[in-house]
């Protein structure tokens, strides 16, 4: 047990555990939306089980990323909050550092990539941070961050491979874990979209602890499937650095040293969609749940719906990770069949 | 005080109260969902005020309708029940008294004009309903309606006037009520899509009553303004039957009369929108909330964000009805500019 309470200290990874989540719940609370779960009566008669829809689409800057970088940020102690954060992205957990530093009253420098579309540099800058831009064909942005870091004093927020990080991302299993004991419901099945990993590490902490007999799967984009495979070969694979996808959320090169630690001990295996099925899975969202999903946010429900994770005379909970999605992509799903 | 207890006869009219809403949420409690208010930080700093979006497009069957349905229907005697419902709606009204009465194990008919998109027709008998086709240029719907009453002894589920239905849409405005509590704010205003005029009657007894100052306001469709022009000239007052409107869920002719009892006491006006600003307010909550809102579900948004319901300073609670849009539709809002 370390300092902040109920950590692992595997060899040298600070591996989170289910009271770690059970903290950051506290230090959400009132912060974070707690998201509904959604159902389809009329899609479940057709699937002939019972899928219910963490929508996280709904969270505050339409994704899970603000409750990992929350409850990062909440724990920067006094003496280094006035050297504010410094983090790396261009998509959702920028506007989650953005949004949870603006709350907490901290200054947050975002590296990005200089041809970042200028809705999501505009969106980041909203929240009141400063972005300051990188060439990815020449610079490395984690070495900009700890320039940055050791210049100012600030701190980085990593986008998953840190303990508070995948600890505040829990929180969104937790939820379905309170939300399913009130019920009086058992889920056979749980599956969260995976990029770094920190979304489904965190989510089977708490479902783990509640649910043991809950088959937990990773689901990601084919050619972005590392921890697919990663947990088929019982180490870390790396993708494939010619594969593109759609699911612009997801494509972490290859799982967390923290994340996979947890992936190991509690995932019951990965699973993989194509960008048809993604695209199918937010036509279906918005038919029979009037959500938006972004295809990365969809990955978990395409795997359902496309018949990989089996449903049939069982109850799944899948997340829907975020929704932040251009007009335009949003389009093409709309052309494509729903399920 | 009736057999129902709590409602007031004003002449031979049964107009229901807050008590009504109370024990209508005490009868949807468990089978209607508690929907979420919905919030952006971004588009609250551009507007310069709070807006709440009370989001009822993830309410079951899509849109606010199942909560009156299954009031009324939850209240049908014994001795009636075998007989059945009918109702007359090509829209959300159809699903949600087919989905209501199946729940509480209700055969349920719906009348349908014979021209009625067949997703639609096939989103009812999913359900389990019966549909029933009539000739919109040649028939009456009502008569219709009424012959099957009496021929099986079923109940008809009007879509508006009856004071159970008013009862049961208003359980929308005690949860915005009970939200609010809880966190602590006081609306400004708060509005709501009105055809008929059950859901902002409903709304309006629930937030009259613990949110006197409080102003309300009804929104419609341009050339659908029944209730804007009756609440000035304080009359019933009709639409031009030539109008046409995007807004395929607010298309009826008139107030009704126990609505519009409830509207003269408790509306501080009505407010009407063009349908390029609904579809722009779609394009909006796509983008700000990351739902899916059908046009006539949106004009409340609309009337705001167009700037008919000043926010500026201010607290508005808007309810976004329903969400049951064509993809085809849909790609026509995400054409528009969002506010």
């Known amino acids: 047990v370390n300092a902040r309470g109920g950590s692992v200290t595997t060899a040298t990874l600070d591996v989170p555990t289910y009271d770690d989540v059970v903290r950051a719940a506290e230090r959400l609370a009132g912060t974070a939306s707690a998201t509904p779960i959604l159902e389809s009566t009329l899609l479940n008669e057709r699937l002939g089980g019972r899928l219910m829809i963490k929508a996280e689409v709904l969270q505050r800057t339409g994704s899970f990323k603000f409750r990992g970088a929350y409850n990062r940020i909440a724990t920067i102690p006094e003496a280094r909050r006035s050297g504010g954060v410094v983090s790396y992205s261009s998509g959702n957990h920028a ?165 996979f630690a947890i992936h190991r001990l509690f995932l019951a295996g990965g699973v993989s969609v194509t960008d048809d099925e993604a695209l199918r899975a937010m036509a279906t969202a918005f038919r029979c749940f009037k959500i938006a999903i972004e295809p990365g946010g969809a990955v978990a429900l395409a795997a359902v719906l496309s018949g990989k994770i089996p449903i049939k005379g069982k109850t799944v909970v899948i997340v829907a990770s975020g929704g932040n999605v251009d007009a335009d992509v949003f389009k093409r799903a709309l052309d494509r069949a729903p399920y």
Do not use: H
């Open 95 to 259: 506007q989650g550092v953005a949004a949870a530093a603006a709350l907490l009253g901290l200054k947050a420098t975002i590296v990005m990539p200089s041809d970042t579309p200028e809705i999501k540099v505009s969106s980041t800058r909203a929240f009141g941070a400063a972005v300051r831009f990188y060439d990815r064909y020449a610079e490395s942005r984690e070495r900009i961050a700890a320039e940055i870091a050791s210049d100012l004093g600030a701190t980085i927020v990593k986008p998953f491979d840190d303990p508070l990080v995948i600890a505040g991302q829990g929180t969104v299993g937790l939820e379905i874990v309170q939300q399913l004991l009130a019920w009086g419901i058992e889920p056979d099945a749980v599956s969260a979209p995976c990029s770094g990993g920190g979304l489904v590490a965190g989510v089977a902490l708490a479902v783990a602890q509640r649910f043991p007999k809950a088959r937990i799967y990773s689901a990601e984009p084919e050619g972005f499937d590392d921890l697919k495979r990663s947990l088929a070969s019982g180490r870390r694979e790396s993708n494939d650095p010619s594969a593109r996808s759609i699911c612009d959320a997801l494509l972490a090169p290859m799982p967390g040293e923290i994340t």
